[in-house]
């Protein structure tokens, strides 16, 4: 027979055991399934990012290529790394500090057009700051 | 300009205060240890001594916002002479070097309290606790004079101008957050050098707990208004109407208030019956640890946030270096002197004991997840497995569940007693509550859905109510009781603060739950003369102006809101276009109310007369600060217990304490 202390010890480690173990199964399939992965216009030019998988990307809006709907919100425009640009889409209100010639991160889906369907458009919130991923990017290109 | 006050003059003063600290730290812990009373009395004047150069370093700083002294970077950086003063002042702490300064004079507050208000601790455990708090000092002391020292002058050609604050801080709530959060943040360093003290001398008695207990507590109340607080701020200020959005940063402050909401009970536990001992000084150390944590990445610039406006890697660093010490030296030392906790007393399966431990099981969980899901994206990026973010399906995903979970255990704690209970004795008061909250539960959603229309009827909406229900029902139940058995008066004044803190989380849900099921919003485009209908609300766009203020222009529409023909409420939604700063703000307006809130924001001109317009109409929103606030308050009144301002207890009395405690409550 057991100690009745050390019967009860036992009991809760195993349940913390499973329980966390458990949790950890639970949290690690969760975190892979939402994960947003980064790719640059160029990755999703020459076709390295997947389709129909809520991705982001970023770079600087390019100059004039945005256009609005006339009756809706809906927009679209031309994201850009200074070798590639990919088309995106939104509807929605945009935030304060996007404009063209600024740099953009955006979270959506691509089709099979190459076309990104954003559910997300953020602009750096400071002048001076730059999103970290567009940063290392440019960086990358030796720019 | 005040030359007592100048820059230089609080560069010397920060100098000498963290001497102090370093002194702090070393003699009275030395004498700990030699025996040597006298070093060890000199802890509680060195705490004093620091607390007045840090705060005379302090008033330099302010005073150099306050006389625009462009000369200092700091100032230039983060100030404009056309700033109104409260927002000179709050600018103060608006940038790395101020807060982490005011994040050093919060410290030598909390040391000089526990200096001035431990005279009830022995001598020996309150020195050691000063030389731990003035280490932390130290180490935050350096860390401001080597990496970011606010008192830096820019010789020879200081600016004319400031570059102004940023606008999204010009807020009042802006100058509120930071303190109370820092109080928070900070004070868990009391906790946590209690815990350290506790471990050097082998000491984990229950007046161990009930010395920590009101400076847990305290730094909680804090850290629960600062993060109600900053959740209110982003949903008027950020201008679009969401009030958590699992940004890193938040998340930071979450961790904490979560460990340290798991502390506090099983403080409770530790001290009435002398259980989860090892777990307690565990959480003070994790508590603490997570507080550094969120300090490292909201400056280290290591996340893609709202709050990272301008950082520094090599902070980062130092602050990453900083943590990984405490963290490992503290968990050494438990893992030398933790086999010495031993729990004494056994306890049954439905006892107060185990819904305290589900309580700290379910609060862990959720601390584990959302440190995960906030740490994943560095760690990925850190072993080139991609940039990636996380985003709040995962974390709604488990934290949701998580909360109604904890919802149910809430009142099964409060209700149930101490040591071997029958599990006849409780299933006896459950069963009647059970159902009347049931019963409220769908009453509640079937009122909302015929309310607010079908969405109101979600799973979601009737969850939330029957968990909420549950935990009124209960705690009613047991106010009752207690009154009936005992009076008013004769209650002590933490029950009142218990009632109340629980009732609160209950509100908080209801408004997070019902606003999720039943809250709705469109963009929208509409021109002057042009009207939405949304929730039942007819929004009329009647007229857009534009005019000036003291710092800035803005755009100003002007929206009509009527139901059932009647107008309820102009709303005037802004955009502020700043002078000093190419920046663009949008300013909600909001007509607040208990049951509902309208918010409406002005998006970006579309073309000559059409404007982008998001509207939503917010059923409860209100709810989940009015429950922070019971929170915080229901935690003030805990601090306030009389229990907690005993006399020094001798070693005999200890022994009737505990026998005494355990029959309290």
Redesign the interface.
């Known amino acids: 027979m057991m100690h009745?202390?050390r019967k009860?010890r036992m009991q809760?480690i195993c349940l913390?055991l499973i329980?966390t173990s458990v949790?950890?199964a639970?949290?690690a399939y969760?975190?892979r399934?939402?994960?947003?992965?980064?790719y640059t216009p160029s990755q999703i030019a020459i076709g390295q990012a997947p389709l129909g998988v809520?991705l982001?990307a970023g770079g600087e809006v390019v100059v004039g290529s945005l256009k609005?709907a006339q009756?809706?919100?809906a927009i679209e425009f031309l994201v850009s790394d200074g070798l590639h640009s990919v088309k995106v889409t939104y509807?929605?209100?945009?935030p304060?500090?996007?404009s063209e010639g600024q740099s953009t991160?955006v979270?959506g889906k691509i089709d099979d057009q190459n076309t990104l369907h954003a559910v997300q458009v953020?602009a750096k919130?400071?002048?001076?700051?730059t999103?970290?991923?567009i940063a290392?990017m440019y960086e990358n290109q030796g720019i | 300009m005040n030359v007592f006050l100048s820059p230089e003059m609080g560069h010397i003063a920060l100098i000498i205060g963290s001497c102090l600290a370093f002194v702090q730290a070393l003699l009275p812990l030395a004498g700990s240890y030699t025996g040597t009373v006298r070093w060890m009395q000199m802890g509680r004047s060195l705490a004093c001594g620091n607390l007045f150069f840090v705060f005379l370093a302090f008033l330099c700083l302010s005073n150099a916002f306050l006389s625009d002294d462009f000369t200092v970077r700091y100032v230039a950086q983060n100030s404009n002479t056309l700033l109104p003063i409260y927002f000179k002042f709050s600018a103060v702490w608006s940038a790395h070097e101020g807060s982490l300064l005011l994040w050093v004079l919060i410290l030598s507050m909390w040391t000089a309290a526990v200096a001035l208000f431990g005279s009830r601790l022995p001598l020996q455990f309150l020195s050691r606790t000063l030389a731990i708090l003035g280490l932390i000092s130290v180490g935050f002391g350096f860390f401001l004079l080597f990496t970011s020292n606010p008192f830096e002058r820019t010789f020879p050609l200081p600016p004319i101008d400031g570059q102004d604050l940023?606008p999204?801080l010009q807020d009042i709530a802006l100058i509120l957050h930071p303190p109370l959060l820092y109080f928070g943040y900070v004070g868990l360093a009391v906790p946590f050098a209690f815990a350290i003290s506790a471990l050097l001398e082998s000491r984990f008695d229950s007046a161990w707990a009930n010395w920590s207990r009101p400076w847990t507590i305290a730094s909680w109340c804090f850290l629960t208004i600062g993060i109600f607080l900053g959740s209110w701020w982003a949903y008027y200020e950020l201008?679009?109407g969401g009030w958590w959005f699992w940004d890193p940063v938040e998340n930071a402050s979450l961790m904490p208030w979560l460990v340290t909401t798991a502390l506090i009970h099983s403080l409770i536990a530790s001290e009435q019956r002398g259980v989860f001992r090892s777990w307690t000084i565990l959480l003070a150390i994790f508590a603490f640890s997570l507080s550094l944590l969120g300090t490292f990445l909201v400056r280290s610039?290591?996340l893609?946030s709202?709050h990272?406006?301008?950082s520094d890697p090599e902070r980062g660093i130092y602050i990453l270096l900083f943590l990984s010490i405490v963290v490992g030296s503290t968990l050494a030392l438990f893992a030398i002197r933790g086999p010495v906790l031993m729990?004494t007393s056994?306890?049954s399966g439905t006892s107060r004991e185990t819904f305290l431990?589900i309580n700290n099981?379910i609060l862990t969980?959720a601390v584990?997840?959302v440190l995960?899901?906030t740490l994943?994206?560095l760690i990925?990026d850190a072993f080139g497995l991609?940039?990636?973010?996380?985003?709040p399906?995962?974390f709604n995903?488990?934290f949701v569940p998580l909360t109604f979970v904890l919802l149910i255990f809430i009142p099964l704690a409060m209700r149930s007693s101490w040591g071997n209970v029958s599990t006849k004795a409780v299933s006896s008061w459950l069963m009647q509550p059970l159902l009347l909250s049931l019963l409220l539960g769908l009453i509640g959603s079937t009122t909302l859905a015929y309310w607010v229309g079908e969405k109101g009827n979600s799973l979601l909406a009737i969850v939330t109510m029957t968990c909420v229900s549950w935990v009124f029902v209960m705690i009613l139940k047991d106010f009752r009781d207690k009154i009936k058995s005992s009076s008013f008066t004769l209650l002590p004044v933490r029950y009142y603060g218990m009632v109340l803190a629980h009732l609160g989380v209950a509100i908080t849900v209801l408004g997070a739950g019902l606003y999720a099921a039943s809250g709705i919003q469109r963009?929208?485009?509409m021109g002057i003369g042009d009207y939405a209908v949304l929730g039942g609300y007819t929004f009329y766009f009647s007229d857009i102006k534009r005019d000036r203020r003291s710092n800035f222009s803005f755009t100003q529409a002007e929206i009509i809101v009527s139901k059932e023909d009647r107008e309820i409420v102009t709303l005037n939604p802004e955009?502020r276009h700043y002078f000093s700063?190419?920046?663009?703000?949008?300013e909600a307006a909001i007509d607040p109310g208990l049951l509902r809130d309208l918010y409406v924001?002005l998006?970006?001109p579309?073309?000559d007369d059409h404007w982008?317009?998001?509207l939503h109409v917010k059923p409860f929103v209100r709810c989940i600060w009015l429950g922070g606030a019971m929170i915080s308050l229901g935690g003030l009144l805990a601090v306030l217990d009389k229990r907690y301002r005993r006399r020094k207890i001798c070693s005999q009395d200890r022994a009737n304490l505990s026998v005494q405690s355990a029959s309290e409550i």
């Open positions: 009745p202390l009860q809760w913390i329980s949790a950890t639970l949290i969760m975190l399934q939402n994960a947003n992965f980064f809520s982001r609005r009756q809706s919100l509807e929605g209100i945009l304060d500090l996007f991160v979270t953020l919130h400071d002048e001076n700051y999103p970290p991923e290392e | 940023n999204l201008g679009w610039g290591v893609t709202v990272a406006f301008a729990s056994s306890y431990l099981l969980v584990a997840v995960l899901g994943y994206p990925s991609g940039k990636i973010s996380v985003g399906p995962y995903f488990f963009d929208v485009k955009k700063n190419p920046q663009t703000m949008t924001s998006g970006e579309l073309d982008a317009i998001r």
